[in-house]
């Protein structure tokens, strides 16, 4: 029976909307199980933040043990100026070479993970595989591995920087791959192309502003995760932050989180200016802080004015003589000053290349001192327990991030926000709020409410407010603005369009970056419990510095096994809700 036949039996009336009369899709008994496991994660987080307890009165209250400690600490104090520029320097350089390490190892990996290009899903699933592993691996207990076979100094924290960044850097530029134009790499197959061909003329050329986007992105993070790294002796800001508190001269540590903290903002303008000089019309590429100093660059993106070649590009012959315009003068003094930072990054680090030719002869012992993983002294319901505590930290904080994110991430995005000054707020809050390092917000929050998981989860979640509201922002922006004009063209309010056009069709990725975030909290929450945040961190650092490498082999593996459970989760959420 047509439709009109059947709305002709029902006598469905003239002003029946096309909704009413059309016939529902039935919704999959999967999507309504993937439906039932996002409401019982959320009810398990709002357990969560009842369990930690987390009470405001309390903590003013409790303000009194902030003013104590401030009136211990006197005042803030410093390195001596020298002191303190070569330490900059050293954290900066070893934070970039540790970035690129990764940058550069992930391109064969996201090759094989990217279902377009790899040769097999054997291929696909092996890469996949390694990436979900380096993530899941905390640095931290990377460079406790890299210190046993190199040493104190620099290079286990480049190495620990460099090996659990390709586990998001080769996801992105795996997703990346997924994305081009099949078109150029197709034609020069057909041509004839070798694979590399294909890949350095049919591909690398589409996804190379958003793997600059992404590496300079995970550059931030690298930064402002070097902190921890020297609590387990990698040199650096970190590792003189951590004597100061060892030391109990509050003072001098607190001054040098400070520097770290105007050192990760001023990263991330730096950071800033360089996607807006290579990336600025590459929309989706684009953090906050990118629009805010190059508010016009967005105009020129979706501008609909037609663009005229240059004249040196009009034939071959005038290309090859190419004028030196003002234009290519700074892009190439651009060039020449990035890979001198390279250079200068590497000669800072002091690497001792050496070391590469003599580790292989400690591997062996290395290894053996952290397998086969065992609990040791610990009983393994007491190891179960911290892990599930940590989980119900990173639940926690996930559930008191996601409000503040949507509205900040709303606000920010240039298609929901009401006004330019509130999205600008928006975008300075999100940039302010990403620049302080999670472990220094938990130190400060462990002086106010004392040890355990209040302090962590405060932490995180304040932590994950700046990252998963750019996260929203930017798929907010990046949504079909057809409907919302359809919505503004009858008359809907921006209430009306925010609610019926622009968050269902970014639910998908709001969902996705959900799970990401509970990803990236269970791993901080393992970090954070290192600095009295609670959970399993304080069985893994009591561990490490009692040489029970075993023992940190066995929670290592149990933080691998629930990022494993969440990642599966994410991925089956992102196939029902597509």
């Known amino acids: 029976m047509t439709l009109l036949s059947d709305a002709r039996a029902h006598e469905v009336p003239a002003s029946a909307s096309v909704a009413d009369r059309a016939p529902r899709r039935p919704i999959s008994p999967e999507r309504i199980a993937a439906g039932l496991t996002l409401l019982a994660l959320l009810v398990l987080g709002i357990l969560a933040v009842n369990e930690v307890g987390i009470s405001i009165p309390a903590m003013v209250q409790s303000w009194g043990n902030a003013e104590n400690f401030m009136a211990r600490v006197g005042g803030l104090t410093f390195p001596e100026p020298g002191d303190l520029a070569w330490l900059i320097a050293l954290t900066v350089g070893l934070v970039l070479v540790g970035t690129l390490l990764a940058a550069v190892l992930s391109v064969p990996i996201a090759y094989l993970a990217a279902s377009n290009t790899t040769p097999g899903n054997g291929w696909r699933a092996a890469a996949r595989f390694v990436g979900v592993l380096t993530r899941a691996l905390p640095d931290v207990v990377l460079a406790m591995a890299f210190v046993l076979m190199f040493s104190l100094g620099t290079l286990p ?212 001192r952290f397998w086969p993983p065992s609990f040791g002294n610990y009983e393994a319901a007491a190891m179960v327990s911290a892990m599930r505590d940590t989980v ?34 928006a975008r300075f809050l999100l940039v302010g709020i990403r620049g302080i390092p999670e472990l220094i917000l938990a130190i400060v929050l462990v002086v106010i409410t004392g040890l355990g998981a209040q302090a962590g989860v405060i932490a995180l979640a304040i932590g994950g407010i700046g990252l998963l509201g750019k996260l929203i922002a930017d798929s907010f922006e990046e949504v079909d603005r057809g409907p919302e004009r359809a919505l503004r063209a009858v008359g809907a309010t ?50 490490s510095q009692g040489s029970r490498y075993e023992t940190v082999t066995a929670i290592v593996l149990m933080i691998l096994v629930t990022v494993l459970v969440v990642e599966g989760l994410a991925m089956w959420m992102r196939r029902v809700f597509r």
């Open 157 to 368: 924290g480049i190495l620990a920087i460099g090996i659990h960044s390709i586990g998001m850097i080769s996801k992105m530029f795996a997703d990346a791959i997924e994305q081009i134009d099949e078109g150029p790499r197709l034609a020069i197959r057909a041509a004839g192309g070798s694979k590399m061909q294909e890949f350095a003329a049919g591909i690398l050329p589409q996804v190379l502003p958003s793997w600059v986007a992404t590496v300079l992105h995970r550059n931030d993070i690298n930064l402002r995760g070097s902190v921890v790294l020297g609590y387990v002796g990698v040199a650096g800001l970190g590792l003189e932050m951590s004597y100061a508190f060892k030391a109990l001269n509050y003072g001098k540590g607190l001054g040098i989180a400070l520097v770290i903290f105007v050192l990760c903002v001023v990263m991330e303008i730096v950071s800033s200016m360089v996607r807006g000089a290579m990336l600025g019309q590459q929309k989706h590429t684009r953090s906050w802080i990118d629009r805010l100093i190059h508010p016009r660059l967005g105009d020129r993106a979706t501008s609909d004015s037609p663009t005229t070649s240059p004249a040196w590009a009009v034939s071959p012959q005038t290309a090859v003589r190419r004028p030196w315009t003002a234009e290519r003068v700074r892009n190439t003094v651009a060039v020449a000053v990035g890979v001198l930072v390279v250079i200068g990054s590497v000669i800072v680090s002091q690497i001792n290349w050496m070391d590469f030719f003599t580790v292989w002869a400690r591997i062996p012992e290395v290894a053996g």
């Open 392 to 425: 119900a930290i990173a639940l926690a904080a996930t559930v008191l991030t996601l409000l503040p994110s949507l509205i900040l991430g709303s606000l920010a995005a240039s298609n929901v926000a009401p006004s330019g000054g509130a999205r600008g707020v």
């Open 494 to 543: 921006r209430l009306q369009t925010y609610a019926s056009a622009t968050v269902p069709q970014g639910m998908q990725a709001l969902i996705g970056h959900s799970f990401y975030m509970l990803d990236t909290n269970i791993r901080a929450a393992t970090i954070l419990g290192i600095v009295g945040g609670g959970g399993v961190g304080y069985y893994l650092l009591n561990a």
